[in-house]
């Protein structure tokens, strides 16, 4: 086997119940969360929505009934200014007002989603925003969390049972934070965009994780099984958004 191969092959394959597989399979979670374009409409709240579907559609809905009512602003006054009285532009809208006040908001709303479907392929997803995997997305994070290959790879061994091989080395994250720091056609923004982002995502993931381990429902859980278990029944989505808000600005590596 060769050295590429074998360094290759245990960061792409977490020890089950270790700290790497738990930072992994939340990564792949939080992946999954749409991004909604300006164009999408708020979503009604309903009873049988899945937890983490109602959670998201709580934390977004308020931007895009925003949006709504800008476009609604945008309507009225291309409306008055084309010569309809300020008395009917007034609420509550005639009949026939508020129908070409709706098509208006309808049309610019489609306008969004075709273009978004012209350059984003929608839906998009958190993991559109990268081209990195998320085994090596949580090494880099780590590395810049730890401060060094040696204290990342130990933070992500947590857990690892005694004699298990399979573990993470210093040349593993070694290499791929080599590879990281080479990415080609990269400019220096968005360089330093992806190390806040690593970096808090690691972070706020370790506090989750530690906030959830020792709660009575999560007994027992660890690595992957912990992750699933938190997204199903807290939504990890919302969990990590809270998380992030939270981690002082002085853990965060200077990327100036």
């Known amino acids: 086997m060769s050295g590429r191969r074998h360094y290759s092959s245990f960061a792409k394959k977490p020890v089950a119940g ?16 749409p991004i909604p374009s300006i164009g ?19 934390r977004r809905n308020p931007l895009l009934v925003s949006i709504g009512k800008q476009i609604e602003d945008e309507a009225i006054a291309k409306l008055a200014a084309v010569g309809v009285p300020a008395s009917k532009l007034t609420p509550p809208f005639s009949p026939e007002v508020e129908a070409l006040v709706a098509d208006y908001v309808r049309g610019v709303r489609h306008g969004f989603l075709l273009k978004d479907e012209t350059f984003n392929r929608p839906p998009a997803t958190r993991s559109d925003l990268t081209d990195l995997q998320p085994h090596h997305r949580v090494i880099v994070g780590a590395w810049l969390s730890r401060g060094g290959s040696t204290k990342a790879a130990e933070a992500l061994n947590g857990g690892l049972p005694t004699g298990v091989r399979g573990g993470l080395n210093r040349n593993h ?3 791929v934070m080599h590879a990281f720091k080479r990415l080609p056609g990269r400019t220096r923004i968005v360089f330093q965009a992806e190390i806040l982002v690593f970096s808090t995502s690691f972070l706020g993931l370790e506090r989750v994780r530690l906030d959830a381990s020792p709660r009575p429902e999560f007994k027992g859980l660890r690595g992957r099984e912990l992750a699933e278990a938190i997204h199903e029944s807290r939504d990890l989505w919302s969990v990590m958004d809270r998380a992030v808000s939270t981690i002082p600005r002085s853990q965060i590596p200077n990327v100036a």
């Open 40 to 58: 999408w409409s708020p979503v009604p709240i309903t009873e049988d929505m899945a937890p983490q579907m109602r959670s998201f559609w709580e």
């Open 18 to 33: 270790t700290v790497f597989d738990f930072h992994v399979a939340a990564t792949e979670i939080c992946d999954e969360e």
């Open 173 to 175: 994250v070694d290499r």
